[in-house]
């Protein structure tokens, strides 16, 4: 309701509060948009929850449990099972949680585990491992959401060069394997595992009742079809992508074809190949008539109603907030606001994302607001300033970066792979980059005084000890103890001879302690290297 009341208001916004002109917009530049455009998510979902069907129709998910009772003998062991579990079907959290939710719920009856703690470990694994899973719904979802911003990227590359910032998931397992081994749990948690545990009440609500599958299913039933699903999955996103194509710069390379792949037509290729598969397997194993599998049909779609309207209004409400101009609104409002704020950012776009999270309840809706924002504030170049100990910077000093200057190379300097939308050209980081010469980072040493309104271009490293006039522009290294100035900045002098500049970059003094550096301090300022301890 809350991402649809978005929706609905984003559209007043944008129509100045015209009714009709408000209906139109929302089914017409929302919701009808939103499916078109998500139209290969969909119906990899509807795969995704005809699959968990029939594998539970086949009784895949029931011989499983009834392997893991006779394997699993402890609480601990049980809950170990559920996380590992969950962490292998990474394709989607809802036929994460279907699949694992049926499989181990008889597992962890058996061992006296509370239902809602069940329900933490599989809720708590099924969306952060899909989060870093780059063959799942969450990194289709994701990459439409990324798809066309001015990234320097396609939407998968920018979701799997996230992973490892994905802090959220990442710690979330840590949480979860930490509590299962200490067998520690608190508030209400601690109520239902004691309940559980002493008196057998596993808190099992009323409608939580399984469906019975076939008595003939056997272990493989669940095993082998989500290894084709992954297998398949995995396969198509590699094809599209043009790992198998003529094209080299992606012929026969991973890495490549998955950062050009289309997540929204890779992952529905290999969902339909493995649900045909999954189908003949099955009933060619007689676990199934071709009947009952076609009754799966309607189960799996009715399954996953939920996450497509979810998905639906997430991506419609990214529309209207793109129509209100709120991506240019907060990165201007970013870039005039104080260096300190600025810095600040990641903080507050944390922050901010913990609010839309728990006010939308759907992470997808989240992603779909703060995605474009955030990329329309970071830039696309990734070369850093890298700054010493000890340096005396003034104020008025600018570093330009490579963006900040135009290839030579090309015939002409004007930036055509920046506007990549207006002339039809690729829109990856690699191919945006060709816009300026690469020149690599600013470093600039330790103990350095740079002048006022100096200006260092990109690639240049300034050494340690060094002196840059004011308003002197530098294009290249500065040596070590060097003072350099004028326009482009040239050594003027050395601060040093060399046996003492060779003596101080030995001696690092910067490195040191704090007490040390304290006690050395009229030995510093005297200028006598012999005097420092």
Known sequence: SSLFIGVVVGALFTTNFHPVATLDTVVNTGLISAIADNAGIFLFLVLLGIIVALVNKAGGSAAFGRWAKTHIKTRVGAQLATFVLGVLIFIDDYFNCLTVGSVMRP?????????????????????PVCMIAPISSWAAAVSSTAEGLNT?????????????????????????????LMKFDYGP?????????????????????QEEGSPKGHLLDLILPVAVLIITCTLGMLYVGGFFGDDPAYAGRFAEAFGNTDAFVGLPWGGIISLVLIVIYLVARGVISFKDAMSCVPKGFIAMVPPIIILTLAVSLKTMTSNLGAAEFVRDLMYGASSGLYSLLPAVIFVVACILAFASGTSWGTFGILIPITTAIFPTSSERLIIGKFCSIACGTKFLFNAAN??????????????????GLPSDSASISQAWNDKGDIVIGNDVWIGFEAVILAGVTIGDGSVIGSRAVVTKDIPPYTIAGGVPAKPIRKRFSDDVAARLQELRWWDWDEEKIRRNIPAIQSGDINALI
Not at 154 to 168: V, W
């Open 189 to 209: 948690m601690r109520k239902f595992e004691l309940l559980a545990e002493k008196e057998g009440d596993l808190s099992i609500l009323e409608s939580a009742e």
């Open 107 to 127: 597992v962890t009856d058996g061992h006296k585990i509370s239902r809602p703690k069940l329900a933490y470990l599989i809720d708590a694994t099924a969306a």
């Open 152 to 180: 320097g990227m396609s939407g998968i590359e920018l979701f799997i060069r996230a992973i490892p910032y994905n802090l959220y998931s990442l710690m979330t397992f840590v949480f979860i394997i930490a509590l299962t």
């Open 406 to 423: 135009h290839s030579l190379d090309s015939l002409s300097t004007y930036p055509f792979p920046i506007f990549f939308e207006e002339w």
